[in-house]
């Protein structure tokens, strides 16, 4: 059995038991010397910073379920805090899928880098922190106020959003780019007057008492899995296996949920308190419909509006189903 006709079977059972049997193949010289098959390399995965939404990668990471599609070989985990490694990463074939919100994977598309969408863990709604004594109530209540928030991200552009339905323009505040990790420390020091960010950080603020959200607005956020498309192009039964992982995992959260947010807790090394508090914040049911591809559509257009990219990237082409994997299977 040649290496390209390899076949991975996976149900639920061993989805969850995050292991299948190892498939050996050998190879015969004219000669009728046998040689051992070279071993593929393994499967290399990654997430963008520190965020609740990757739960069920994080799952499926903690169960082993990705090892069962790469027999013998364990998955590489790694992750960026930065947008620039990871799109580095994705064009010198360094990493093979990453879980992460929409706008890096759109950069990297901009960029020239051949990126597919195609899978999706859950959708959530931007929210805006501002310290607990703050006279703001509304995003109306912003003017003039110092912002932090990760340029390029979701959440920059939930911000905007926000905003603007707020009738403020983004020159009327003070847009502070910055990390998550140093906003942390500039919003608890009262360097910046709001932090525009995702759970965990919301929830953390709030449980210590710093912090507190103002009320939402409709600007959402999705967490997405994108490929490398010349992975997906040589390796399509990979990806559909990995999307099923995800789709798997997705099920498995929905009917145990308390298992689900222990797990996530225990891989973020949170508090258990702060996962409980984010988990009805996050849409786990949600999919990659038209609905969500409109969405990333005016992501990508927001990035090229406001000159983060150079190039107006194509959604739809970008965001790929099952039965495009089915059409370049070689």
């Not at 786990?284 to 509006?305: C, H, P, R």
């Amino acid at each position: 059995m040649t290496q390209d006709k390899l076949a991975f079977v996976f149900d639920r059972r061993a989805m969850l038991k995050g292991a299948m049997a190892a498939v050996a193949c050998s190879a015969t010289s004219s000669l009728g010397i046998k040689y051992a098959a070279a071993a593929e390399p393994p499967l290399k995965l990654g997430t963008f910073s520190v965020a609740i939404d990757y739960a069920p990668y994080l799952i499926a990471k903690a169960k082993g379920s990705f090892e069962a599609i790469q027999a013998g070989a364990k998955p590489e985990y790694t992750t960026f805090q930065s947008l620039p490694p990871i799109n580095e990463s994705l064009a010198t074939d360094r990493i093979d899928a990453v879980f992460e919100a929409e706008p890096p994977a759109l950069i990297a598309c901009a960029a020239g880098i051949d990126v597919k969408i195609v899978g999706i863990s859950c959708s959530l709604v931007q929210e805006i922190l501002v310290q607990k004594n703050s006279k703001a109530t509304t995003a109306a209540d912003l003017k003039g106020a110092k912002i932090a928030v990760l340029a390029g991200t979701s959440s920059h552009y939930g911000l905007i959003k926000i905003l603007g339905n707020a009738g403020l323009k983004p020159n009327d505040v003070h847009i502070i780019d910055m990390i998550p990790p140093d906003a942390k420390g500039a919003f608890e020091t009262g360097q910046v007057d709001a932090w525009a960010v995702w759970p965990p950080f919301v929830e953390q603020e709030e449980i210590t008492g710093i912090g507190r959200v103002l009320p939402k607005g409709d600007a959402l956020i999705n967490s997405i899995m994108a490929v490398r498309g010349t992975f997906a192009a040589k390796q399509p039964d990979k990806v559909k296996a990995m999307v099923a992982v995800i789709n798997n995992t997705k099920a498995w959260m929905i009917q145990n949920p308390a298992d689900a947010k222990a797990v996530v807790a225990k891989e973020l090394a949170i508090p258990l308190e702060v996962v409980e508090r984010a988990w009805p914040r996050h849409d786990w049911g949600a999919t990659l419909n038209d609905a969500v591809i409109a969405d990333m559509q005016s992501k990508a257009n927001f990035l090229y509006e406001m000159k983060y990219v150079s190039t107006r990237v194509d959604v739809a082409k970008q965001a790929v189903d099952l039965s495009y994997l089915d059409k370049i299977r070689r």
